[in-house]
Nanobody, 125 residues
Framework: VQLQASGGGLVQAGGSLRLSCAAS????????LAWFRQAPGKERDFVAA????????HYADSVKGRFTLSRDKAKSTVYPQMNSLTPDDTAVYYC???????????????????WGQGTQVTVSS
C-alpha cells in the first residue's frame, strides 16, 4: 500500500489550500481514509475522515465548517478542501488508511495501518 500526499504550502490567514492523498496497492473498499496533522512538539491529531462506506464523513471540531472532504473513489484519492485557515492549522498533514476499523476508532491515529509521507501546511498571520 502506498499513500502519496501533496498540496501543502504557505498561505496567509484566511486563505485556502486543497490537499490530496492518492492511495494505491490494493482495494480500498471498506477502508477508512483519513487525514491527521501534527504540529511541532504535539501529538498527531485527527482532522477528518471518510468512514468505511466511503460516503459518511467525520471532522474534528476544530475544522468543522472550514474543511470539506471529497473523494474520487475510482482513483482512491481523497481531497480535503481547507478554507478560512488560521495559524493554528499549521502542521504536517498526514493521510492514513485503516482496514477493519470500527467506527469509534476512526479518530485514533495508532489504529491506522498505513501512512503517507506528510505534507507541510504553514499559515502565516
Amino acid at each position: 500500500v502506498q499513500l502519496q500526499a501533496s498540496g501543502g504550502g504557505l498561505v496567509q490567514a484566511g486563505g485556502s489550500l486543497r490537499l490530496s492523498c492518492a492511495a494505491s496497492g490494493r482495494s480500498f473498499n471498506n477502508a477508512v481514509l483519513a487525514w491527521f496533522r501534527q504540529a511541532p512538539g504535539k501529538e498527531r491529531d485527527f482532522v477528518a475522515a471518510f468512514s468505511q462506506n466511503g460516503v459518511n464523513t467525520h471532522y474534528a471540531d476544530s475544522v468543522k465548517g472550514r474543511f470539506t472532504l471529497s473523494r474520487d473513489k475510482a482513483k482512491s484519492t481523497v481531497y480535503p478542501q481547507m478554507n478560512s485557515l488560521t495559524p493554528d492549522d499549521t502542521a504536517v498533514y498526514y493521510c492514513g488508511v485503516g482496514f477493519n476499523m470500527i467506527q469509534s476508532s476512526i479518530r485514533t491515529s495508532r489504529l491506522y495501518n498505513y501512512w503517507g509521507q506528510g505534507t507541510q501546511v504553514t499559515v502565516s498571520s
